[in-house]
């Protein structure tokens, strides 16, 4: 076996996930090779030195510096990064090679929090499109959408006062088609939501609505579920879901009205 080969398999090895044959070949070649034996002698004061720190928060500004390197693919500034943050210096021959590690794991800790990141921010958002979706087929089911029925958006903010946690601004849309049918409340992502129901032809477009104070102000975001089209965005501290069996270009329409 040769160095870079044992080199390659270094990690595997301390942590005794290669296949007896090769486990014994690297052991025969790091007995020879006192290169390969530092090096393992680093990862192994590697190994202990991290699990004595213990899992810190990493420094805010290493993430896009991590992204920026992994972006050129240069990595001599993250592992200068990884070596002044994690590991005191150390004259040893094999410590290129265990920054790199560093370096790595630095990588991967944050690309697997990033994924995890993801993930549950997508599975909230699918939460709530199923959630937004329930609550309008329920309200096309019932007897009637709304609570308060009235086309007079004069009528309808004030009784939003005092049920919900959002009086939310109405208005009567008919002159652009869109005329409003009236509001309820409804609860939808664990929390009591406004609705604001209007009409397009024969088609019923619930607008769902909840205070989301701190959220900052997000795109437009169209998405369908079960064949109804959704569109859902952030302004002002209001989070806002439309929802209909009408086609996003519509439904866009009303959007750009409320
Ligand atoms: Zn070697």
């Known amino acids: 076996m040769d160095c870079d080969r044992a080199c390659d398999l270094l ?4 942590d005794g996930e290669l296949g007896v044959d090769e486990s014994a070949g690297l052991a025969a070649h790091i ?3 006192k290169t390969c034996r530092d090096t393992l002698a680093e990862y192994d004061r590697l190994g202990r030195a991290l699990a004595a720190e213990g899992r810190r928060p990493m420094p805010l500004s290493l993430g896009p510096k991590v992204r920026r390197t992994l972006d050129t693919e240069d990595a001599d500034g993250i592992a200068a990064e990884a070596r002044s943050w994690r590991m005191p210096r150390t004259r040893s021959g094999a410590m290129a090679f265990a920054s790199r590690a560093a370096m790595l794991l630095v990588a991967c800790s944050l690309s697997a929090g990033t994924s995890w990141f993801l993930a549950t921010r997508g599975d909230r958002i699918e939460q709530i499109e199923r959630d937004v979706v329930s609550a309008h087929v329920r309200s096309l ?18 009784w939003f006062a005092g049920r919900s946690d ?3 601004d109405v208005k009567d849309l008919a002159s652009q088609g869109f005329p409003l049918v009236g509001g309820r409340l409804d609860y939808v992502d664990g929390r009591r939501a406004s609705v604001l129901v209007y009409k397009r032809r024969l088609h019923t477009i619930n607008v769902f609505l909840w205070p989301s104070p701190g959220n900052a102000d997000s795109a437009l975001r169209a998405t369908t579920r079960n064949g109804y089209t ?12 439309l929802a ?15």
Do not use: F, I
């Open 11 to 14: 990690g595997a090895y301390r």
């Open 31 to 33: 007995a020879g090779c």
């Open 141 to 158: 089911l019932a007897d009637s959408p709304v609570q308060v029925a009235t086309s007079d958006q004069h009528t309808v903010r004030p």
């Open 166 to 168: 959002l009086a939310p």
């Open 230 to 241: 959704l569109l859902a965005y952030t302004r002002g501290g209001v989070t806002t879901w």
């Open 244 to 258: 209909s069996d009408l086609n996003t270009e519509e439904l866009k329409t009303l959007a750009s009205l409320l």
